[in-house]
């Protein structure tokens, strides 16, 4: 432990599990009070009791809904009660929507954006003013390498990661004289449960993940506590001059031109 966040307060969006819990894990670690806003209560509460029983008092769940206006602000109130106004939102709550474009429902559409885009706005905004009151603060948006490369019958999860992208980059220029940095990830496949229960639908699982292990240029699918530690850092004042960017942690997939 180095305390690189210590007195620090952060909100991590969808940390239930996968890489939102990663990055509250390793934000508790080096001193953060983190808000565990996550829509799965089972998950939420496991995810902060845990990092309770690291440092009491240390997490806090509160239930969220991303895409519901209501829901992100009465989080925020409830955050900024309990342990002040924050210093650090990582909006990392997702949800994958891959569709044929032309049978993409109208409901599809919607949902996808709501959260993975629009949401990103709704959490952003509740933070904004206290951040730029105290002129610091950090806003980390976990995006995918679905907004450099695009695949066949993944839409519209692509459409909302590249305008999550657009997104980072025009609150990084609005806010860049504030003390208020605005980055985001680009993470690639990572081994979360997401992608275990992915394999698990297909008739052989252990070939079905060593078909995906063999397409990344590592040999292996990239781990949540790799992009966490990335995110660790651009919640530190340690990279307070990075803004705007959007680092792509992918095991080198989107640097290759072909399979």
């Not at 997490?59 to 309990?82: C, F, H, K, P, Q």
């Not at 949401?119 to 806003?139: T, Y």
């Not at 999860?157 to 504030?178: D, Q």
Request: proline share 4%; glycine share 10%.
């Amino acid at each position: 432990m180095s305390d690189r966040l210590r007195g620090s307060n952060a909100i991590v969006t969808g940390a239930g599990s996968g890489i939102g819990e990663a990055i509250a894990r390793a934000f508790v670690r080096e001193g953060a009070r983190v808000v565990i806003a996550e829509l799965d209560e089972i998950r939420g509460r496991g995810v902060a009791d845990a990092l309770n029983t690291v440092r009491a008092g240390a997490a806090l769940y509160i239930r969220t809904d991303v895409g519901d206006g209501s829901s992100v602000a009465g989080m925020a109130r409830a955050a900024a009660e309990a342990f002040g106004p924050p210093d650090v939102l990582v909006n990392n709550a997702s949800v994958n929507v891959f569709r044929d474009p032309l049978k993409t429902s109208q409901e599809d559409w919607a949902r996808c954006l709501s959260v993975d885009l629009e949401g990103a706005w709704r959490c952003s905004r509740e933070v904004l003013p206290a951040m730029l009151a105290k002129a610091d603060g950090a806003i980390i948006n976990i995006a995918s390498n679905h907004a450099e490369r695009i695949i066949k019958g993944t839409f519209p999860y692509p459409v909302a990661k590249h305008g999550l992208i657009g997104l980072t980059r025009a609150l990084a220029l609005e806010y860049a004289g504030n003390g208020v940095a605005i980055n985001a990830i680009s993470p690639g496949w990572i081994d979360t449960p997401l992608s275990a229960r992915h394999f698990a639908d297909h008739a052989d699982p252990i070939a079905a993940r060593r078909a995906a292990e063999v397409k990344q240029p590592l040999g292996r699918l990239g781990r949540p506590e790799e992009i966490a530690a990335v995110a660790l850092l651009l919640a530190s004042r340690e990279a307070r001059f990075m803004t705007g960017s959007n680092l792509v942690i992918d095991g080198g997939v989107t640097i290759r031109m072909y399979e």
